[in-house]
């Protein structure tokens, strides 16, 4: 417990200290990571976030034409994702290097493709490239970079060895699923509340929104069904039963499934105009869509350095 | 012959003014510790009386004779040279000794 | 060559020893613990077992921290196998301390010390070898192989449960150990190849 | 590490060898000096202390030197008015107001009555200690002098390790050892003498297939690494010793009787009443000539084969052996009736007891560097753990007899006196000293803390005389150590004293914390002119001190002998080692060495040359190397006349200050003497029945109640004590342990070795039984309150183990600090002393150990 005791007076004085949590969970069989979540940890989630979402809505506003969807788009994956991951960032002031090991690291990757698709995004919404003869190849570039920037997050986390919890190919695919609905989520929310010009496209947008959901939660249930092993189990433990169950339960599958549910079939009783109930399952979708990363994240548990029942020589 | 005698330590316990800690004393040529003990023993009492009835021919630990900076260890060891010329003895008187 | 190293757990008595070691030799900062040390028990009283497991890096054949670092500043030492972090590179992404299973990789985020009133002498003199934002871990004490010495941990192990040396080569006391004396690796099963054994306590 | 460029402008890089102070074990050292600034400390390669190698304390020196918290200037209480945990009111003053103030109190207490100066001194800094009490506190004229942690000292086993093997305490000959048995001790395992050299040396027994079993309540880190825990209930260490002996003796005949009947008192006769039968003309003890069939001195010439058991009949009244009384005495103690006491089950005691005998392989010998010498690979070790109690002297004495019946004592593979023998360096034969046979035959000690021109200690153990000293060394004068002084002052009812403690000098030790409840040593000093040379300001100063002087840490003085080359050495063959403790930088701020500020005391108060007398006592100088009496030395040139003195004219301050120590080889003949002195160890103890009547006598004389000497014991038994009964819902005992990475309070106020424990799952918490805890509804990490029967309260939170006997809580020491100088260690860990009263019911007479174990309940407390 990170705290003393003044044994004479029994009055207990904290003293607050990241560190000895960080020497407690060391003492751990099952120890938590904390480097992606804690402190400014949580940055990473948000930029991620993000970016996904942002990838995902660009992909839906350049299948539907949607160009304030699309600027929006650039908007989260340059602007919110990459302040957050500056901020996240040790020394930002490298970043730079990050492009050094694409040919091996997913965060290289990552920042390439964050980076092709800021030009190309930019450079296909200008009036000039837009009417050239290379829109469609601008326009083609960019919507690869964004389902790279879908395809990539997944693997940063399904890349660590150390996190049985994450190692599953199911990851990427559930971030990348996560990705669309989110996009989905964002157009919804934008075409509710003032994004003129979107909200006739607003219902196949639902539809589409609806088939994806319909996949995350299967895929959700197979992400937490399937793990064996002492550190995978033990991170689920933990997700629906242990430290991140408020967070699991109340975000991601209440504001991001049960309240759009509840939402769609109670819509005449509400009787709120149909786009605003629209707008308010795509919020409700995007915290959903923000917890799920989060909790995933912070169930993050190391595999133990020594298995619980014991240490022995093999063979 | 006369022997300066100046005392230390535990004064406080020799049944005398401890302020008087230094006197003169007067020992048979050629005298030994031995002869020295029972000197002291007449003069100041105890420690030195309680002393003597010990068995052992070596000086008690608990008595420090220094005659002008040699250690006297056994009672036959000579105080004043055969010459007869004065000599200085320093008497510390030990506390019980402890250690850690 | 491959450097390595062999803990014998039948003679570690867990006396932290390691953990002061390398601390003293590199000046690290609070929470930063290059070598350290796990204790565990098993059983049910009267039949107890307690263990104690001093950890660092690996210094794994096939590193995961070096795969996912985005920038190249984790590096593994073709000459003899040695992982280190090049800290002008690091960016402090973190990525390498999630790929470790072995927790051996320390971020060294606001700049903390053991004392409420600065840095004391020794760790003006030490701290400045460090930097903030990176990543930091054991290098096997690259420095003190250079004066031809064994790393700090090793060198001052009270138990001689620690021994250092080259895992190619068949008769080194590492390899004889390891042939003999059932030398193990903790989780070989995540396909790291550490270079660090254990030699099993109850032999 | 200095990256390479910042190397590039170093101007000075000096490595320094010197002796570590983070224990009492002074291991070698060598720091790293980097442009004036330490920049690391590790062990010495070239030291036989360590041999290169340091426990975790030794490697954190460095934060110890450089802690901003130390006292850097001497401080005076402003606040009159002194309570445990007040504020004292530091305010800085100048080395000479403080020195000046404190040499007009000491002249005034030297004029009236040189007896009202009081010392004590911790065991952690012994050179500076042993020169206090060997060389200012005899010329200044006081005997009070004690030390505060003689709760932790080894008391009784200090008294055994004199009688039964000539030195201050032992170490087993692990390398030649197969059987080892640890009764609560972790010698070579977490703790104790020697750790640095005798971990590596366990280990490597270990390995080679010596047997480890651990007898402790607790599943520290000797339980931890033994090959079997024997969990035990505190305080019936001496019942299983006694049935050990009795199973040995009595039913397996595992014996060694030869070494019983040349090499020990076995064979003397006692008379019905338990004196040794004496020769009525030399008043030699009698042995019993089969041949000639009648008794004879034990030195009688041409004496035939003498019997070892057996009665027989001297002048028409039976006499039995000393070896037949132990059998008789031990006869009780079946394993039954052990196990019932001990809850360790009769067949695990018979289990022990067989291995133990038949490791000793007796009979066996063994070739040592040429010379043949018998070999027993079985010893029986134990220290606090085992008789920290009220029944320490018969505990200590039944474990230490596990040693002797099967001849293990002295000789390889069985238990060693620490260095009792030195021939000295081969050019100068010195320091020289080594055990003989008193007019009994029996053993006695060479000089063992000090260097004994006789080369012996005579007239030990002295007889009780009086009652008149607080620290009890006129009526109890053998143990080596006592913390009783300030129970004594407090206890009016037995003890009046014709003099008060005027002024108190504390060296180092924090007396509130150490001995036993905080009140006991405040109730005795709590009117006195304190006076503390501290690192900190602790407890101690901030409740009792008026002047604070700033102490040098042991990287910054200088003490020509460290640890006095025995009972901290190394035992089993390897090299002699004699080190310096140098300053790896001048002291800090201002600083003083307590030793040099005793110089400056001695010159002011005119004792200058009784002291320089003392010192050559101490240091064994003679001519031409002995400082002349009227001199005032330095305390640098005192250590070059110290060095030159042992070892002679080219090795000295300046020598040793650039080789850092000088190593020889030991001889056989000094590390297994027992074979080569011909003096008996004495199995029966008829000092103790003799001094036990004295003390009643005496006590009987001053009308002094609660003085028991039914403990007096010559042979071993077994007497419950105190905490050992269940009383009205106080269910449980609670125990101290020692972990390897803290000694006393310094060790907590260091952020390294707190960070150790911050991360380690015991040391900081109340260790209880999981299922214990569970009956009693206590979660882990629920915050406890274990309260003491006899008073006491401690505050911790509970950390739920397998590792410990079901009624036992046990708690790692001198935690649960609350001094504001202290700001790192405050709050951390619990304060385990809190629980110990100390008085004469608390405490085992013969010895002076403390009963360091409390009969308590445990309950749960709201969150705070």
Redesign the interface.
Not at chain 1, 10 to 13: D, I, R, V, W
Not at chain 1, 309 to 315: A, I, L, T, Y
């Given at each position: 417990?990170?705290e003393?005791?003044?044994?004479?007076t029994?009055?207990?004085?904290a003293f607050p200290?990241r560190?000895?949590l960080?020497?407690?969970d060391?003492?751990q069989?099952y120890?938590p990571?904390r480097?992606?979540i804690d402190?400014?940890?949580l940055l990473i989630v948000i930029a991620h976030f993000f970016s996904g979402i942002g990838a995902g809505a660009w992909l839906w506003s350049t299948l539907y034409d949607f160009p304030m969807g699309q600027a929006l788009a650039i908007g989260c994956v340059i602007g919110l994702s990459g302040v957050a991951h500056m901020a996240?960032?040790?020394?930002?002031d490298?970043?730079w290097?990050?492009?050094?090991?694409p040919h091996?690291?997913?965060?290289?990757r990552g920042?390439w493709s964050i980076g092709i698709f800021g030009l190309a995004a930019v450079a296909s919404m200008l009036p000039a490239v837009r009417d050239s003869a290379a829109a469609p190849v601008v326009l083609g570039l960019s919507v690869l970079a964004a389902t790279a920037i879908l395809l990539y997050e997944g693997f940063?986390?399904a890349?660590?060895?150390?996190?049985p919890f994450w190692r599953t190919r199911l990851l990427p695919v559930l971030y990348i699923a996560y990705g669309l609905r989110g996009g989905a989520a964002l157009l919804l929310a934008v075409a509710a509340f003032g994004g003129s010009g979107f909200d006739v496209r607003a219902v196949e947008v639902i539809k589409l929104w609806v088939v994806v959901s319909t996949a995350v939660l299967i895929l959700l249930y197979l992400v937490s069904s399937t793990r064996s092993g002492g550190a995978a189990r033990e991170s689920v433990a933990q997700l629906v039963a242990g430290r991140i169950s408020p967070a699991f339960y109340g975000g991601t599958v209440l504001a991001g499934i049960v309240a759009p549910i509840a939402l769609a079939l109670s819509r005449d009783a509400l009787g709120l105009p149909e786009l605003v109930l629209l707008g308010a399952i795509g919020l409700a979708s995007l915290v959903g869509d923000f917890y799920v990363k989060y909790c995933i994240v912070k169930a993050?548990v190391?595999?133990p350095?020594?298995a619980a029942?014991?240490?022995?020589?093999?063979? | 012959m006369r022997v300066r005698v100046k005392l230390h330590g535990g004064v406080r316990s020799c049944e005398m003014d401890p302020a008087r800690s230094s006197f003169g004393l007067t020992l048979r040529n050629g005298g030994n510790a031995g002869d020295l003990l029972h000197a002291l023993a007449e003069r100041c009492g105890d420690p030195f009386r309680r002393a003597l009835d010990s068995t052992d021919e070596r000086l008690p630990r608990h008595l420090r004779l220094f005659v002008d900076g040699e250690m006297l260890v056994t009672l036959d060891q000579p105080v004043v040279p055969a010459n007869g010329s004065d000599a200085g003895v320093t008497v510390v008187v030990l506390t019980p000794m402890m250690g850690g | 060559m491959r450097l390595g190293m062999v803990i014998d757990l039948k003679r570690c008595i867990g006396c932290y020893g390691c953990q002061i070691a390398c601390k003293a030799e590199h000046g690290t900062r609070p929470g930063t613990t290059y070598a350290r040390v796990v204790k565990r028990e098993w059983g049910v009283y009267p039949n107890v077992k307690k263990l104690s497991i001093p950890v660092l890096c690996m210094h794994c054949a096939e590193p995961p921290c070096v795969e996912v670092c985005p920038t190249g500043a984790s590096q593994k030492r073709s000459e003899d196998g040695i992982v280190f972090v090049e800290s002008d590179f690091c960016v402090g992404c973190r990525a390498c301390v999630m790929s470790c299973p072995y927790g051996a990789r320390y971020f060294q985020d606001e700049q903390r010390d053991y004392f409420d009133t600065g840095e004391n002498e020794y760790e003006q003199a030490l701290y400045a070898a460090h930097q903030a934002g990176v990543v930091e871990k054991c290098d096997f004490c690259r420095h003190r192989l250079e004066q031809g010495q064994e790393p700090a941990c090793s060198a001052n192990c009270m138990c001689k449960a620690r021994i250092f040396g080259d895992l190619e080569d068949p008769n080194s006391e590492v390899s004889r150990l390891i042939r003999e004396e059932g030398g193990f690796q903790l989780n070989p099963e995540l396909g790291t190849d550490p270079s660090v054994y254990y030699l099993p306590p109850d032999r | 590490m200095m990256t390479t460029e910042a190397a590039s402008q170093v101007y000075e890089d000096t490595w320094i060898p010197s002796a570590c102070g983070m224990c009492y074990n002074q291991c070698g050292i060598r720091g790293h000096r980097i442009d004036g600034t330490l920049v690391k400390v590790e062990g010495n390669p070239d030291n036989p202390i360590g041999r290169g190698r340091l426990c975790a304390r030794g490697l954190a020196g460095i934060q110890l030197l450089y802690d901003p918290h130390r006292v850097n200037r001497p401080l005076r209480r402003t606040n009159p008015e002194k309570a445990i945990g007040g504020d004292p009111g530091w305010q800085e003053i100048g080395w000479d107001e403080a020195l000046d103030e404190i040499t007009t109190r000491l002249k005034a207490v030297r004029e009236e009555d040189p007896r009202g100066l009081y010392f004590a001194g911790t065991v952690i800094s012994l050179a500076p200690l042993m020169h206090a009490l060997g060389t200012f506190l005899p010329a200044f004229g006081t005997p009070n002098s004690f030390v505060s942690d003689g709760h932790h000292c080894g008391n009784a086993e200090h008294i055994l390790a004199r009688t039964l093997h000539a030195s201050v305490t032992t170490n087993p000959d692990v390398a030649h050892c197969s059987y080892l048995l640890l009764f609560g001790c972790q010698a070579g395992l977490g703790t104790y003498y020697a750790l640095t050299t005798m971990a590596q040396d366990v280990a490597d027994a270990r390995i080679r297939g010596m047997k480890v079993v651990a007898i402790d309540p607790f599943l520290g880190s000797a339980a931890e690494k033994a090959d079997e825990w024997v969990p035990i209930k505190p305080g019936s260490d001496g019942a299983l010793a006694c049935a050990m002996l009795n199973l040995l003796l009595n039913e397996y005949e595992l014996y060694d009787a030869d070494y019983l009947r040349d090499h020990a008192d076995g064979p003397y006769l006692l008379t019905e009443d338990g004196w040794y039968a004496r020769d009525r003309e030399s008043g030699r003890p009698l042995v019993w000539d089969a041949n000639a069939a009648y008794a004879r001195p034990f030195d009688a010439t041409d004496l035939g084969t003498v019997a070892l058991d057996g009665v027989y009949q001297v002048d028409g009244r039976p006499c039995r052996t000393v070896f037949r009384a132990l059998r008789e005495q031990v006869a009780k103690w079946t394993p039954e009736a052990a196990a019932e006491v001990t809850t360790v089950s009769a067949e695990t005691i018979r289990k022990i007891a067989r291995e133990f005998g038949e490791a000793a392989s007796i009979g066996k010998t063994i070739v040592i560097d040429g010379q043949e010498l018998p070999h027993r690979a079985a010893s029986a070790l134990y220290f606090k753990g085992a008789h920290g109690h009220d029944n320490a002297w018969s505990t200590s004495l039944a474990i230490e007899l596990l040693n002797e019946v099967i001849g293990a004592s002295n000789v390889p593979g069985g238990l060693l006196g620490t260095n009792p023998v030195c021939f000295g360096h081969p050019e100068t034969g010195f320091p020289r000293w080594e055990p003989g046979a008193d007019v009994d035959g029996l053993l006695e000690a060479g000089a063992l803390l000090y260097n004994d021109p006789h080369g012996r200690s005579p007239g030990w153990p002295p007889p009780p005389t009086s009652a008149e000293l607080p620290n009890l060394r006129d009526l109890v004068g053998w143990p080596i150590t006592t913390c009783f002084t300030p129970a004594a002052l407090n206890d009016h009812e037995n003890f009046s004293f014709d003099h008060r403690p005027e002024v108190l000098i504390n060296y180092g030790s924090n007396l509130l914390m150490s001995a036993a409840r905080p009140e006991v040593c405040f109730e005795a000093f709590k009117d006195t002119f304190v006076i503390c040379f501290n690192l900190h300001s602790d407890e101690t100063a901030e409740a009792l001190a008026d002047i604070v002087l700033p102490d040098t840490s042991y990287l910054e003085r200088l003490d020509p002998i460290p640890n006095f080359t025995r009972h901290h050495h190394p035992v089993g063959m390897g090299d002699w080692g004699h080190t310096i403790r140098q300053p790896m930088v001048e002291p800090l701020f201002e600083r003083r060495h307590f030793s040099e500020v005793l110089l400056e005391l001695g010159g002011r108060l005119g004792i200058t040359e009784p002291m320089n007398l003392l010192t050559n006592h101490l240091y064994g100088l003679v001519a031409p190397h002995a400082l002349a009496p009227d001199e005032q030395y330095t305390w640098r040139e005192i250590a070059d006349h110290a060095y030159k003195g042992w070892f002679g004219e080219e090795r000295g301050l300046d020598w040793f200050e650039e080789q850092g120590v000088i190593t020889w080889p030991k001889k056989v003949e000094e590390v297994y003497w027992k074979p080569f002195i011909h003096a008996r160890a004495p199995l029966y103890n008829e000092w103790v029945k003799r001094s036990g009547e004295q003390v009643a006598k005496i006590a009987q004389e001053r009308g002094m109640k609660g003085i028991d000497t039914e403990g007096f014991v010559p042979l071993p038994d077994w007497k419950p004590c105190r905490a050992w009964k269940p009383r009205d819902g106080y269910d449980l005992q609670a125990i101290y342990y020692r972990v390897p990475w803290h000694t006393f309070s310094m060790t907590y106020e260091n952020p390294w070795l707190d960070e150790i424990s911050r991360g380690e799952p015991y040391s900081y918490f109340v260790c209880i039984n999981t299922a214990t805890a569970h009956a009693k509804g206590i979660a882990d990490g629920d915050p406890i309150e274990v309260e003491g029967v006899d008073g006491g309260t401690i505050r911790g939170r509970a950390r739920l183990t397998q590792g410990v006997h079901p009624e036992v809580l046990a708690v790692a020491n001198n935690g649960g600090h609350w001094a504001q100088g202290m700001p790192f260690a405050r709050g951390k860990g619990v304060f385990f002393n809190q629980l110990l009263p100390m008085d004469l019911e608390h405490t085992d007479l013969v010895s002076l150990s403390m009963d360091c174990d409390a009969r308590v309940r445990v309950q749960k407390v709201p969150e705070a």
């Open positions: 417990m990170g003393r005791i003044d044994w004479r029994g009055e207990t004085m200290d560190l000895d960080q020497r407690q060391l003492s069989v120890r990571q480097e992606w402190g400014r940890g996240f960032l040790g020394r930002w490298r970043f290097r990050m492009l050094r090991r091996q690291s997913w965060i290289s920042i940063v986390y890349a660590s060895r150390a996190i993050g190391y595999v350095l020594v029942e014991g240490v022995g020589s093999p063979g | - | - | -």
